[in-house]
């Protein structure tokens, strides 16, 4: 019997409060390139265990500090002046049971790879310094991570998820997720460096994006101009597939183009990291993609966190999953608000509290709604190292 | 006319939800470390530009990255294995009308100091490196903190606060801080890692407290049991005073006292850096001392922002003192959530969005409350160059 | 008039003397690696600074630190466990006449190119950490490097050099040249870290070759020890080129071969710098490419200098020329040394002493040869600039 | 039976010599305040070792990088504006028979001691980062290090040694001993930063000094002016008790006093590695304080090097006894150079080859010469261990 506690939440829907506020940072913003390595470290850890050890072993790299650089960006293509200094910090096994694990090679190697395939116009030979600090992970935590049973909590700590998303949270996510996946093929210039603000004033939308452009795609102010106009087009068309309410976008609202390259946001690399922007994990977007003030949130970094008993990672990344089926799976379900809370040294299926909040619809049948939501808590919760599975296998996002 | 909305929040108030977490990170957590020697070297380098030119210069040093040592603790006193490495990380201006600042000797000497205050059982010796990576803020910025006028926002974000405090809120606020503040001064073993975890269900509060004891306090096993009782003891005293439900207190609860001491939170230092647990700023305490999942909260870090323009800072601080102004001066108010949101380039006192939503007492009248919050959002904003003084006077915590 | 002094001295040649020691650092040990990119670094700052400035700024970057990794090889190829950290160390001019100088990425690009093609077994992405710390070079030197005029000293040194080789110089130099410049194109197995240790005693010649062999050429112990025998042969013949004397070589004489191959110098890159050995600049070779303690010294460091006007690198070199040319130039004479003293703020054309001892052969005419000698080392101090260039062109070696 | 050699060298003696050079960089020098730390740490890592194991583990300290800072320095006291930054570099046995050894603690601490007492005028709060990266030593060498038995050689590499001094090498020592040991007390304005150049050119001896006064002792230009003529017929004064050949000497000969403080040697904290000039360990003094490019010398550095086995420390600073013993015992003596080759792997008092090359004086019998010399050498190698101990006792300096 687990402590699950699904409770009928009177509360105004967010979709019908008068003010929301969604942000997402895109993944070439400072603290989500953190977040981003933290998690890539974290996979070729596993993956390095798996194959020297056969099992995952006990690591957190959780905490990859970006000192900004300093550059010096210009119409058809200028320089980096002082790399991206960056710092890869965290825990690892390095010796189990003879064998040697070399984990802050394995780390180098994964960040480095990780840069270069998500931060394309980034110098890995000039611009950026790569330093590490893995500490040692405590060995005795074999058992555990020997995953013959039910790993056990390895600290007090509480996930937080919800489901589903509201217009403005739909808008936000996807508007960055394809002005990368999509529009950047057309338009080179637009950099990884992409933050989204969403406001919902009743039904007026307004997105402020920001986008560091890359200087040697942008020959001078017109064509900067030009694509960000493409870009706002492009955005409000986005936009118009999830609502019927009023939208603006704005791209780049701070820019001053009547003064030149150094008054818009023009980069060399298509990360403000390159110029004063520092970064670190778990300061970002939480595991959904999104920071969502109007939603309750957990403040524990999802990225970099072993997947095998770290709590902070585990039960976010479930909350979350548990949040998004019960909202499928249940009918009648309006909003859904999911809290796991661990207790250190206790088996992980086995929380400490379990809070589901649901607001219903109007006339639900809330004994029922209570019912299945139960079951689909005690179903995931029952299965929980699929969780692990799917980080193992890249199956999830983090941020 | 500020855009300043009180809206009107249908929500089962907290209190009354089924189940409530609230989480507070001591001082000596390492993520609290963190965010404390950030807002020290920020309010260091604050009083040095105002000697040196007058005003407040451009920084932020918000991100101080804590990288575990490794230590062996002992009854009656063990040792520091591996020094702690701490990165001060941030931007400062360093060079302005042709006076130079010494940003980083200034920022050393500041966490120095932070550290020999706050960690007292630090040997700033051989437990810890500090190192500096403090880049060049922009000089261009000098009409912004030149402070004749309003200054404008760094950036588009938002900060979040609310008002009043539940119950567990109080007790897991007030557990901290008396341990330290005022238990200590009789009990040195009791060490500043001290991380409370708060969960109510229904009307069984349960306080799970983890705090790291200073072995050269704690000459055996006996002594240790004892001093957790003495402490359990305190925080039940504690907590009885703001609550007439079932409490629960569990100090150290992974411990177990029959394998030795190496099972026990025995520390030397009396902070978990020493052995594994790294920190960064922002990842801990919201500006009101707390991590509360139930309520709204800002993924910003308060501490080690500049106090002039960065509303990632400013926001926060005064979402949450707005929040507590309008509980205090308006009657009939149950809770009150606070979100400001600033638009980048635009004076800080006119947010893009200054949204506040009530919870009124049962039979309000609400558009009274309306005009008495919106005057008091106003008058704050209105002053809003308040809060940077209570941050430069060191009057207000950010953690 | 230049204050040269050319003086007999009296003296056994180092040819005759009963026992002779000369050491040469192979391109990939530790101290010569950091030679490597100290140099590497500069002449890439030269570049830079000529293409944007039309001159060579001020900057020295001779003090780049090596902290070994840790490794595991194995016969058919180990790993790199713990990556090896390099630290750039040196100050450049970063900005002239508003152009702004990336003298830390061209610092980092120079020293990545430069293991790239010299240390040819290192895998840069996972093996290495390059890190940077390059301080500001003062401005108010523009004078000086600006080359109108001859330069002043930087500083009160001196340089040393001698000519010609002796036998055994010549055969120590040559045995390393030729391991990696020839013999290596056919046993790839021979690593980059050769250090040779030569022992004149009377008639006897003992050569100490310790060399890193690179794991994954090696399939077993017999590869290997044939490999070693490969390697005496050729020294062997090498050697018989230049004396008429008896010769030993001894290739990793400290191998154990019975017992596995933890005890032999097996490595993973073909360098000790990934398992224990650290590095830096001016303590292996000499800028002549050897130790010679039978010879005069300087302690400067040549490698990283800028060869504008700091006197450590140009009266290295120029009175390695020097030498040479008057062992050249000057009939009847044996050996020749030179010192050359600067002194800071005088120009570089005008030492405070040229010190030039000659031990002339027998029934030399010692008028004469001062007199020859004494023109050639005024030539060259009247051309000393040429030094200048052939550095910057890479036209000359040093260490 | 061992491999010594006693030769008789035909050569004008260096006090003979036309040209001599001589020079001597003071305790605050930045390599040698890297020799002064590199050594401390060594020292203190011997005493944590015996006390707690019992023997002296190895390790090798050898490498501390100095990254110069920047300083601001004014008449009655200016600043450092960025910290000089200091890397401790090395390889330590960190656990031995379960006892854990804090290397990296006990190293921190060593270096700070050793910065308060010798280099006074050092804020060690704010002007400097002490790093530290100590990897680890090879526990194998436990027989080694357990001092059972002579050690056997860790490397093939030399040592050399010469006595006595010349009257310009006795006067370059003193000068720089005294003005620290005896005038600074006086002067407290006479930073710890001091360089002395002896040039001896036949019978005139010119003394170059530069030295970084301390700016908060120097109240004005007259003040520093006075200074230096103070500390000129001081040196003059020393000179004169040595030789009576002419003496010049010369402070700060690069000041230029008529164009303010920014043209002379003016420093806030007595060394020139707050303002440009990095530093590191084996760059400077030999073993005997001295740099003599009229002597052999060896390339290695003596600092930080474990004096257990390191031939490298343990057979310069024995080279060097063994020479003054040699020249005290054995009458008829001028000059004595001695040269100790090591074999890795072989004991360390049977050197592979002991090379003491002798100038006898007019007339002397040097078959007699022969055999005291070699008795000498033969009891000090029978006796090697007690390099060893005087080492640990801090009764030798090594640089």
Redesign the interface.
Known sequence: MRNI?V?Q????PVEN???E?V?RKGLGHPDSISDGIAEAVSRALCAEYIEKCGAVLHH?T??T?I????S?PAFGGG?????I?T?L???AT?EFNGV???A???A??AA??YLRKNIVNL?L???I?????L????SDLRDVFGREKIPTAND???G?GHASFSELERIVYDTEKQLIGDLKGKLPAIGEDI?V?G?R?KDDI?L?V?CGMVDKYVDDMDAYVSFKEQMKDYILDIAGKYTDRNINAYVN??DNTADGCGCIFLTVTGTSAEM?D???????N?CNGL?T?????????TSGKNPINHVGKIYNLLSTQMAWDIVEAVPQVDEVYV?L?S???KPIDQP??A?I?VIPEDGANFATVQDDAEAVADEWLGNITKVTDLVINGAIDTF
Chains 1, 2, 3, 4 share one sequence.
């Open positions: 506690k409770e939440l009177v509360q105004t409060q008068e003010i506020l942000e957190n959780d905490e500090q000192v900004a650089g300093r010096s320089e980096v002046i002082k790399p200094y710092l910090v965290g825990r390095k040697e694990i070399p802050e090679a394995v180098l190697s480095r790879d110098d030979d000039r611009d310094i790569l330093d590490c600090k500490g040692t992970g405590s007090t700590s509480f937080v933050k603000m406001l004033d307004s402020t920001c609202a701070a004063g520092d970064g670190s994990v778990g300061r970002g939480r920071i003030p109007n939603r309750p949130m957990s403040m524990e970094a809290r809370l207790q250190i040294g400490m509290a809070s909040q």
